[in-house]
């Protein structure tokens, strides 16, 4: 039976402080309550003046091993990834992220870190229903033998399906079905590393990527072998971690999705196209919320 659902924030603001995956850069971040409404918003503090970044699916200019959100006034944030699909994961709908570089720090690779900072403050329940995307039609996305889909559920949770191949036996063909209920993320996907290939290191870097990583925040492979000498948190890593990356990049969807995601080899530029499909296409979703149902619950009580 599906629960109402009301807004969410922390209860206090909680610190963390790490480098940047590709930057390489040393970021210090806050995590403050925010008001219902205001969803979840990145503001710089090392510069003046900034407007507050919104994540939310049109501010998104950059998908490249990562996602980046973008102001108007052209001030941006990197790698937001990890910490919004911790947000998405543990219920949390409004937050305020003070942050003094230019990208969200990769912590261990995983948003685990993310989850126990709020979940250790607390998570306080709003006076505000939680506003929903109710998928209504099917949307797909295909890049030749990737593809992504939203399609309608009764749920008012979202249910993952995901299916990845890579040639290296250390990952093979991986897939997992979840249903998002609350605690899930946390305990079952929240741990899951980025992971990369040792010979896409160089070529990364001359890219002026991967600045920051190493093996302390990621999961390299070497072909067949999984380079890390603790090895992997589970055999299913890996695409518990794609599920991770979606979680987040669904986020960006401006609420929580009631709907079933299925994707073949996800990534961010494909489920951000899978975002702006459906945001492009009202007719195939809605905003929805509990309001209705507690006002009819509270005129049977009162009938009564």
């Given at each position: 039976?599906?629960?109402?659902?009301?807004?969410?924030?922390?209860?206090?603001?909680?610190?963390?402080?790490?480098?940047?995956?590709?930057?390489?850069?040393?970021?210090?971040?806050?995590?403050?309550?925010?008001?219902?409404?205001?969803?979840?918003?990145?503001?710089?503090?090392?510069?003046?003046?900034?407007?507050?970044?919104?994540?939310?699916?049109?501010?998104?200019?950059?998908?490249?091993?990562?996602?980046?959100?973008?102001?108007?006034?052209?001030?941006?944030?990197?790698?937001?990834?990890h910490l919004l699909a911790a947000c998405a994961g543990v219920g949390v709908d409004n937050l305020l992220i003070e942050i003094d570089g230019p990208e969200v720090p990769i912590m261990d690779g995983s948003s685990a870190v993310y989850c126990e900072l709020m979940l250790a403050a607390g998570l306080r329940q709003q006076r505000a229903f939680r506003q929903r995307i109710r998928i209504l039609e099917e949307?797909?996305?295909?890049?030749?033998?990737?593809?992504?889909?939203?399609?309608?559920?009764?749920?008012?949770?979202?249910?993952?399906?995901?299916?990845?191949?890579?040639?290296?036996?250390?990952?093979?063909?991986?897939?997992?079905?979840?249903?998002?209920?609350?605690?899930?993320?946390?305990?079952?996907?929240?741990?899951?590393?980025?992971?990369?290939?040792?010979?896409?290191?160089?070529?990364?870097?001359?890219?002026?990527?991967?600045?920051?990583?190493?093996?302390?925040?990621?999961?390299?492979?070497?072909?067949?072998?999984?380079?890390?000498?603790?090895?992997?948190?589970?055999?299913?890593?890996?695409?518990?971690?794609?599920?991770?990356?979606?979680?987040?990049?669904?986020?960006?969807?401006?609420?929580?999705?009631?709907?079933?995601?299925?994707?073949?080899?996800?990534?961010?530029?494909?489920?951000?196209?899978?975002?702006?499909?459906?945001?492009?296409?009202?007719?195939?979703?809605?905003?929805?919320?509990?309001?209705?149902?507690?006002?009819?619950?509270?005129?049977?009580?009162?009938?009564?």
């Amino acid at each position: 039976m599906n629960r109402v659902q009301y807004q969410q924030t922390i209860n206090f603001p909680v610190v963390c402080a790490g480098v940047g995956v590709h930057s390489g850069a040393r970021a210090r971040i806050v995590m403050k309550p925010a008001a219902a409404g205001s969803g979840i918003r990145f503001r710089r503090t090392d510069i003046k003046g900034c407007e507050d970044i919104i994540a939310r699916g049109d501010f998104v200019t950059e998908v490249q091993l990562g996602t980046t959100l973008t102001n108007d006034a052209g001030q941006s944030v990197a790698t937001v990834e990890h910490l919004l699909a911790a947000c998405a994961g543990v219920g949390v709908d409004n937050l305020l992220i003070e942050i003094d570089g230019p990208e969200v720090p990769i912590m261990d690779g995983s948003s685990a870190v993310y989850c126990e900072l709020m979940l250790a403050a607390g998570l306080r329940q709003q006076r505000a229903f939680r506003q929903r995307i109710r998928i209504l039609e099917e949307v797909e996305i295909t890049d030749g033998i990737k593809t992504a889909s939203l399609s309608p559920s009764p749920d008012n949770y979202l249910s993952i399906h995901a299916r990845i191949e890579f040639e290296s036996k250390a990952i093979g063909t991986q897939q997992m079905s979840l249903r998002m209920l609350p605690g899930m993320f946390a305990r079952d996907i929240a741990f899951a590393r980025t992971f990369g290939f040792a010979q896409d290191v160089e070529k990364l870097k001359s890219m002026g990527l991967a600045r920051g990583g190493s093996l302390d925040n990621a999961v390299v492979l070497d072909g067949d072998t999984v380079v890390n000498p603790e090895g992997l948190r589970s055999s299913d890593e890996f695409v518990r971690h794609k599920i991770l990356d979606a979680v987040g990049d669904l986020m960006l969807a401006g609420a929580p999705i009631a709907g079933v995601y299925e994707a073949r080899q996800p990534g961010h530029a494909l489920n951000n196209k899978l975002v702006r499909a459906l945001l492009d296409n009202p007719e195939a979703w809605c905003w929805e919320s509990d309001a209705d149902a507690v006002s009819v619950q509270q005129a049977a009580s009162a009938a009564g």
